[in-house]
């Protein structure tokens, strides 16, 4: 079940669409399900589905489909690092490496203590600001300097 | 960041402000709306709309650079159902970053010429697919719709006239294949972002199989600023063909990466003292014009370049997005396509054959060769591929992948073929992405 607050909000999303349209309103549904659940689980997606009138694996396609929904659980942290070419030009690829020392783990792994989980990013669209971080897909950090990583892995308590 | 140079700024003139400028009343203090205003006060006519457009030879700012003004007139004109406007903010195309500050320092300059679109198109009903990864961005376009619908520029009867025109954001979750057009439709109606075949092309059988046209944001938010200025006036302001200012995300090895706008036809040589030279004073390598689906173009030719679509397409590669990837003599070509290769196998959608499986081939065979194991004949193999994706494919991701390889294997095939003999790269490894900067800070 997804609390009041999370309806509420896939209910706003519902209304941008027209009213035979509320399929569209899947991609923020399960945005807003990860926001509450962490990530999605096959109970979270048939809640989606119900709530939007889809058929479960439709959710399933969508949710499966982009790479910012987690199918499976991930840290307290989810740390995205670009190092996409225009990123590693200005030190994206060594800031990936930097944080993987650092955490002690490789892409797609989480650390021991469930606090962070590290995944590899494709262009996040703000190259110009190489190196960037992405945290819990929503606060993009830029300019991360190994100093500026180490802040933002102390804060992520 | 906020704008670091322009020449005869438009889009960005609002820019200065940064994070406190790009409120409604802030647009408005700079003429914001008014031609919207003038354009329903004065009952411009919808064609005299499309007119400027097309004299003002606006071309599409997403990627193909397709007449923005033509694109509009295909748009049914006594369609009895719904139509949309889309516009495209999925910004994925390595490289590319002018969408975000765009809507991040004057979102409302995108609200205004979508809206315009709408009039002009004769749709009630508009959508801004915005890219995954930028919530923050995200968040700031829709408070920026709140405070449209607020003045009313947007709802039922815009202005006291008979307009009525609603207009949302949706948020991708992260597919570089959504800014494909069709995809980003099949996404926006709650589906897979996998392309459509085409025809029908979306002017017909568009958003929920309604007539529907898709821009670029930087297409949109340069629309008020050609009525403001009238069409050939904006088309002067470029070269004959290419018109107006467009922006420019230059990254990689530049002293400041950032955004830049410029008429189109201005010099590469020019560009590149805006973006404060070559970091640490290092050689130019090469540089990628136009995202990363443009082949590479050596650097000594790029100095000869000026920057609109036609000269970089006769120098053989594209303008694409603006995005301008700039790398000095520490860069190996092997390894850089390398990257290139492996994003696209990471984001082929998978529906088409060439495409799913060539994309995965081409990036196996670059790895190989740049971890010593390549063998004699791979250069003939992907040589052979490229042309087996390209064409071949429902949506240009195919093309966009294959591109880069052909580009680097024509200008660099001695490198390749370097690594191939000597199992080693000619950069040394110690020297290799040396001006990254990450250890040792941003001035050398
Ligand atoms: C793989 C692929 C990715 C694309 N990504 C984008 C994008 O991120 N933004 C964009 O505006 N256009 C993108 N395009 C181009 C769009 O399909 C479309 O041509 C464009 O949005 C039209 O707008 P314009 O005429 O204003 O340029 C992409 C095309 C392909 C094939
Ligand atoms: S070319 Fe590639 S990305 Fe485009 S539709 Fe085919 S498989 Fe999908
Ligand atoms: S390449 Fe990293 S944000 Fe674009």
């Given at each position: 079940m997804?609390?009041?607050?999370?309806?509420?909000?896939?209910?706003?999303?519902?209304?941008?669409?027209?009213?035979a349209?509320?399929?569209?309103?899947?991609?923020?549904?399960?945005?807003?399900?990860?926001?509450e659940?962490?990530?999605?689980?096959?109970?979270?997606?048939?809640?989606?589905?119900?709530?939007?009138?889809?058929?479960?694996?439709?959710?399933?396609?969508?949710a499966?489909?982009?790479n910012?929904?987690?199918?499976?659980?991930?840290?307290k942290?989810?740390?995205t690092?670009?190092t996409?070419?225009?990123?590693?030009?200005?030190?994206?690829?060594?800031?990936a490496?930097?944080?993987?020392?650092?955490?002690?783990v490789?892409?797609?792994?989480?650390?021991?203590?469930?606090?962070?989980?590290l995944?590899?990013?494709?262009?996040?669209?703000?190259?110009?600001?190489?190196?960037?971080?992405?945290?819990?897909?929503?606060r993009?950090?830029?300019?991360?300097?190994?100093?500026?990583i180490?802040?933002?892995?102390?804060e992520?308590? | 960041?906020?704008?670091?140079?322009?020449?005869n700024?438009?889009?960005?003139?609002?820019w200065?402000?940064?994070?406190?400028?790009?409120?409604?009343?802030?647009y408005?203090?700079?003429?914001?709306?008014?031609?919207l205003?003038?354009?329903?006060?004065?009952?411009?006519?919808?064609d005299?709309?499309?007119?400027?457009?097309?004299?003002?030879?606006?071309?599409?700012r997403?990627?193909?650079?397709?007449?923005?003004?033509?694109?509009?007139?295909?748009m049914?004109?006594?369609?009895?159902?719904?139509?949309?406007?889309?516009?495209?903010?999925d910004?994925?195309?390595?490289?590319?970053?002018?969408?975000?500050?765009l809507?991040?320092?004057?979102?409302?300059s995108?609200?205004?010429?979508?809206?315009?679109?709408?009039?002009?198109?004769?749709?009630?009903?508009?959508?801004?697919?915005?890219?995954?990864?930028?919530?923050d961005?995200?968040?700031?376009?829709?408070?920026?719709?709140?405070?449209?619908?607020?003045?009313?520029?947007?709802?039922?009867?815009?202005?006291?006239?008979?307009?009525?025109?609603?207009?949302?954001a949706?948020?991708?979750?992260?597919?570089?294949?959504?800014?494909?057009?069709?995809?980003?439709?099949?996404?926006?109606?709650?589906?897979?972002?996998?392309?459509?075949f085409?025809?029908?092309?979306?002017?017909?059988?568009?958003l929920?199989?309604?007539?529907?046209?898709?821009?670029?944001?930087?297409?949109?938010?340069?629309?008020?600023?050609?009525?403001?200025?009238?069409?050939?006036?904006?088309l002067?302001?470029?070269?004959?063909?290419?018109?107006?200012?467009?922006?420019?995300?230059?990254?990689?090895?530049v002293?400041?990466?950032?955004?830049?706008?410029?008429?189109l036809?201005?010099?590469?040589?020019?560009?590149?003292?805006?973006?404060?030279?070559?970091?640490?004073?290092?050689?130019?390598?090469?540089?990628?014009?136009?995202?990363?689906?443009?082949?590479v173009?050596?650097?000594?030719m790029?100095?000869?370049?000026?920057?609109?679509?036609d000269?970089?397409?006769?120098?053989?590669?594209?303008?694409?997005?603006g995005?301008?990837?700039?790398?000095?003599?520490?860069?190996?070509?092997?390894?850089?396509?390398?990257?290139?290769?492996?994003?696209y196998?990471?984001?082929?959608c998978?529906?088409?054959?060439?495409?799913?499986?060539?994309?995965?081939?081409?990036?196996?065979?670059?790895?190989r060769?740049?971890?010593?194991?390549?063998?004699?004949?791979?250069?003939?193999?992907?040589?052979?591929?490229?042309?087996?994706?390209?064409?071949?494919?429902?949506?240009?991701?195919?093309?966009?992948?294959?591109?880069?390889?052909?580009?680097?294997?024509?200008h660099?095939?001695s490198?390749?073929?370097?690594?191939?003999?000597?199992?080693r790269?000619?950069?040394?490894?110690?020297?290799?992405?040396?001006?990254?900067?990450?250890?040792?800070?941003?001035?050398?």
């Open positions: 997804l609390s009041e607050s999370s309806l509420k909000k896939i209910d706003r999303e519902v209304a941008k669409y027209p009213a349209q509320k399929q569209s309103a899947v991609m923020a549904a399960l945005a807003i399900a990860q926001d659940k962490g990530w999605l689980d096959k109970d979270t997606i048939a809640c989606v589905a119900d709530y939007l009138g889809m058929a479960p694996v439709a959710v399933y396609e969508v499966s489909f982009y910012m929904y987690d199918l499976e659980p991930v840290g942290y989810k740390l690092v670009c996409n070419l225009p990123c590693a030009l200005s030190g994206g690829a060594h800031a490496e930097y944080v993987k020392e650092k955490l002690g490789d892409f797609n792994q989480t650390t021991a203590d469930g606090r962070f989980t995944k590899e990013g494709e262009c996040l669209g703000a190259c110009g600001d190489a190196p960037v971080m992405l945290v819990n897909n929503k993009m950090c830029s300019f991360m300097t190994p100093m500026q180490d802040k933002l892995i102390e992520c308590k | 960041m906020a704008l670091l140079g322009a020449i700024p438009l889009m960005t003139s609002g200065a402000g940064g994070d406190a400028g790009w409120r409604l009343k802030d408005v203090a700079r003429g914001g709306y008014e031609m205003r003038k354009v329903l006060t004065e009952k411009v006519s919808p005299d709309v499309i007119a400027t457009l097309k004299a003002s030879v606006l071309r599409g997403g990627g193909a650079g397709f007449p923005t003004g033509l694109k509009w007139s295909f049914p004109k006594n369609f009895p159902g719904d139509k949309y406007v889309v516009c495209n903010s910004e994925g195309e390595p490289g590319t970053f002018k969408d975000r500050d809507m991040r320092f004057d979102p409302h995108v609200i205004e010429g979508m809206i315009i679109a709408g009039y002009a198109m004769g749709a009630a009903r508009g959508y801004n697919y915005i890219h995954g990864e930028i919530f961005v995200y968040q700031r376009f829709e408070e920026a719709l709140d405070e449209a619908r607020a003045a009313g520029f947007l709802g039922s009867n815009i202005l006291g006239s008979s307009f009525s025109y609603e207009l949302f949706h948020h991708g979750y992260g597919a570089y294949i959504c800014g494909e057009e069709t995809g980003l439709l099949e996404s926006l109606e709650g589906k897979k972002g996998q392309p459509r085409k025809p029908p092309f979306p002017a017909s059988y568009g929920y199989g309604k007539p529907t046209t898709i821009n670029n944001t930087e297409t949109f938010a340069a629309v008020p600023f050609i009525l403001r200025m009238g069409g050939e006036a904006y002067n302001m470029g070269k004959p063909n290419n018109g107006g200012t467009k922006l420019f995300s230059v990254s990689g090895h002293n400041k990466p950032g955004n830049y706008e410029i008429p036809g201005t010099p590469f040589a020019k560009l590149l003292e805006m973006a404060g030279g070559m970091r640490g004073g290092r050689k130019l390598k090469m540089v990628i014009p136009g995202g990363s689906s443009a082949p173009i050596p650097g000594e790029m100095m000869d370049l000026t920057m609109d679509y000269a970089i397409a006769k120098a053989g590669s594209m303008l694409g997005s995005a301008v990837i700039v790398m000095d003599e520490t860069v190996c070509a092997v390894k850089a396509l390398e990257r290139l290769s492996y994003f196998f990471e984001e082929s998978g529906q088409c054959t060439p495409c799913r499986e060539g994309t995965g081939w081409m990036y196996r065979i670059v790895h060769i740049e971890n010593g194991e390549g063998r004699p004949d791979d250069l003939e193999l992907l040589t052979s591929i490229t042309p087996n994706i390209m064409g071949r494919t429902i949506c240009a991701l195919g093309d966009a992948a294959a591109m880069p390889v052909s580009g680097f294997i024509k660099y095939r490198e390749f073929e370097y690594h191939i003999e000597n199992k790269c000619l950069v040394p490894r110690d020297v290799q992405w040396a001006g990254s900067t990450f250890y040792t800070g941003p001035s050398c």
